[in-house]
């Protein structure tokens, strides 16, 4: 059964390094997106992304903040600057149409920074 | 705007009881409602979902949701927990119209021998 995967499943960081969070989304799925859960918190939407652009965003997702799809396979999440509060278990997840309402989701990376 | 809350962060119940977690949403639109299911160090597992065809929902595990829109609900039942529904389940609700899902904060549910 196809799924979305997410490298690496850990990262340790220090702050203000930039980190980069790589997701390979379902294959013929064309809907992708970000989402985080601080410990111990609810899962958060940061950003959808179709046809190479950002669809929708949410006020977590500020300026440090950067989506890719560099190729035909990944969907990258950048974080610029990291912070501490960037702590959290970040999901990618994606859908073969908006329509469908489904959204499958990665395992998660979690990212620790020091 | 819309919110979903999930009453009882907290649950637990003895193994072949009735599980029932609950969820409650706030929309002024027809949503679109999920349950995933979260196991230790895992991700989100969707287990039902609700797309405005019939309101009894089945979904995998022998987990089951009703909608209710008089009451805003969408709680999530299975007649007899087993041990292996241990987990955090969340409600996440997408309003027609947007990409993204919105997510309760999550019931851990515990299973008693």
């Known amino acids: 059964e196809p799924e979305v995967t997410q490298t690496p499943s850990h990262q340790v960081t220090q702050m203000g390094q930039e980190v980069i969070l790589r997701c390979v989304p379902i294959?013929?799925?064309?809907?992708f997106y970000w989402y985080r859960q601080i410990l111990g918190q609810k899962v958060e939407f940061l950003v959808s992304?179709?046809?190479?652009?950002?669809?929708?965003k949410s006020e977590i997702f500020d300026d440090q903040f950067s989506v890719e799809r560099p190729d035909g396979s990944n969907f990258t999440l950048k974080i610029r600057s990291t912070k501490l509060e960037d702590s959290a278990m970040y999901f990618c997840?994606?859908?073969?149409?908006?329509?469908?309402?489904?959204?499958?989701f990665g395992p998660g990376t979690r990212l620790t920074v020091l | 705007a819309q919110s979903v809350t999930q009453l009882g962060s907290h649950v637990s119940v003895s193994e072949g009881a009735l599980v029932l977690l609950r969820c409650n949403y706030s929309?002024?639109?027809?949503?679109?409602l999920f349950w995933y299911v979260q196991y230790p160090n895992q991700g989100l597992q969707l287990l039902l979902k609700?797309?405005?065809?019939?309101?009894l929902v089945k979904g995998i595990n022998g987990f089951e949701a009703e909608f209710k829109k008089s009451e805003t609900s969408f709680h999530l039942t299975k007649p007899s927990a087993h041990m292996s529904d241990a987990a955090e389940y969340f409600c996440?609700?997408?309003?027609?119209?947007?990409?993204?899902?919105?997510f309760g904060t999550g019931t851990r549910l515990k299973v008693l021998a």
């Open positions: 996440a609700v997408r309003i027609s119209g947007t990409y993204k899902y919105i």
């Open positions: 609700y797309t405005s065809a019939a309101t």
């Open positions: 929309s002024s639109v027809p949503p679109y």
């Open positions: 294959s013929n799925h064309l809907y």
């Open positions: 997840a994606s859908g073969d149409s908006g329509a469908n309402n489904e959204q499958f």
């Open positions: 992304f179709y046809n190479n652009e950002i669809s929708e």
